[in-house]
């Protein structure tokens, strides 16, 4: 697996997308709650796909997002759906882009496994974080289900989900853990950024 496969693959998917998407409203309500979406907070929405969270989060009055993808299909088609001011998209690789901003509040949706190092993407996105800001990581499945429907359609550009144990264990390196749920309705791992002494790579 590498990241030009993944373009290709979400690339072609993104047509589509949308209207495979399922939505579950209680899910998607709680995850948005660990994630602390409210009002006048600023959003980094990672691996954003077509948009499918930018309703909820307008819904809850953020301040502003920015949302990033590394397919441009997947850009370019939320770019159609969505003008409101608040809302910056952005094509790239999340691990590499420079963003000048600070946000206050990290949402990676259903989209963890495609990301090759996942200790480096923590990382990277601590760096974009206030302190005090909150990396959330989310599926609305299990991790059992999720696994199951990766090893058939998206074998090819996806990792395994770890536990929520293993994860909270990359992100104590940079957060304090306060969420990590993994039952048969979704998988949430969530933390603040603290002050941290040294802040070398995650293995």
Not at 69 to 94: E, G, H, V, Y
Not at 133 to 138: F, K, M, S, V
Request: contains cysteine.
């Amino acid at each position: 697996m590498d990241k030009q496969s993944i373009i290709d693959f979400f690339n072609r998917m993104a047509p589509q997308w949308d209207s495979n998407n399922v939505r579950d409203e209680e899910k998607i309500t709680a995850i948005l709650d660990y994630a602390g979406i409210k009002k006048n907070v600023s959003v980094l929405d990672v691996a954003c796909g077509t948009g499918v969270l930018i309703p909820d989060y307008l819904a809850r009055n953020v301040k502003k997002i920015t949302a990033v993808d590394i397919s441009p299909l997947m850009i370019d088609i939320a770019q159609t759906k969505f003008s409101d001011p608040r809302i910056k998209f952005l094509n790239d690789d999340i691990e590499a882009v420079d963003i000048s901003e600070s946000f206050d509040t990290c949402v990676v949706y259903n989209a963890f496994p495609h990301f090759l190092n996942p200790g480096g993407l923590i990382q990277a996105l601590a760096d974009k974080l206030i302190l005090g800001g909150r990396l959330t990581i989310a599926h609305s499945m299990s991790r059992e289900a999720l696994n199951a429907y990766h090893s058939s359609a998206a074998s090819a550009v996806s990792i395994k989900l770890m536990s929520e144990s293993e994860l909270s264990i990359l992100f104590d390196s940079y957060f304090t853990v306060d969420t990590a749920v993994s039952n048969e309705a979704m998988y949430v791992v969530s933390g603040v950024k603290r002050i941290v002494d040294n802040l070398s790579p995650v293995p």
